[in-house]
């Protein structure tokens, strides 16, 4: 059984502090996607890495994809109250792989 | 642009009763459609996947089944509710190279 473990599965942090949320696995992956969802609403994508060693920035959001294609990073610098959501990973090979999530809240 | 309708958003059941979810896609051919369920904010598990209309790939057994009728609407079922059955049903869309997936706005779903 493939597994994608993210940690923390919870963060509370105070606006404007940086903070970072790790995706790992076992297994090698093509391509490793990160969502934010909001309470009551599906997750929306942020973001796709492909290559090992790529790094893509969004914004305030840096996703790192590993070397050996195994494992991501999310770093959110100065972190806003509109950060606060359900952060999931799912890393594809030949089906798509769904971490449990690190369940994000921004206080002001 | 292309949407994804979901609906409806919340729904209460008795157990023993019979369950019709809907989804459509609108703006787009031939996309690969999903059902997943996700627990209170946890991560998702994939329960139905189609690649094409009437084909229909099942990766959990249980008291749901799946059809698609036409290109772009993919239903969810079940002929009879059980407690376990409560949850966020969640559709999705892709097309073939794709690498994300769109989601609808979930059907929140509570077995009584």
């Known amino acids: 059984t493939q597994l994608l473990e993210q940690s923390p599965q919870f963060l509370s942090i105070q606006e404007g502090e940086n903070l970072t949320v790790y995706c790992n696995s076992s297994?090698?992956?093509?391509?490793l996607q990160w969502y934010r969802q909001e309470p009551g609403e599906g997750p929306v994508l942020l973001v796709t890495?492909?290559?090992g060693g790529e790094v893509k920035k969004l914004k305030r959001l840096t996703f790192q994809f590993g070397d050996a294609r195994k494992d991501s990073s999310l770093h959110i610098t100065a972190a806003q109250t509109g950060d606060t959501g359900l952060y999931l990973c799912?890393?594809?090979?030949?089906?798509?792989?769904w971490g449990a999530g690190t369940k994000l809240i921004i206080k002001p | 642009s292309q949407t994804i309708h979901q609906w409806p958003a919340t729904l209460v059941q008795p157990v023993g009763s019979p369950l019709s979810l809907e989804c459509t896609v609108e703006g787009t051919s031939n996309p690969n459609l999903y059902w997943y369920r996700q627990a209170a904010g946890r991560g998702l598990q994939l329960l139905f996947y189609?690649?094409?209309?009437?084909?229909i790939s099942s990766e959990v057994p249980q008291n749901l089944s799946a059809s698609r009728p036409q290109d772009r609407q993919f239903i969810l079922s079940s002929k009879k509710l059980l407690l376990s059955d409560s949850g966020f049903y969640l559709c999705?869309?892709?097309?073939?190279?794709?690498?994300?997936?769109?989601f609808g706005s979930g059907t929140r779903l509570t077995v009584v």
């Open positions: 890495v492909v290559t």
């Open positions: 799912a890393g594809r090979n030949y089906q798509l792989i």
């Open positions: 189609s690649v094409g209309i009437g084909q």
């Open positions: 999705a869309w892709t097309l073939q190279g794709m690498y994300g997936y769109t």
């Open positions: 297994s090698v992956f093509s391509s």
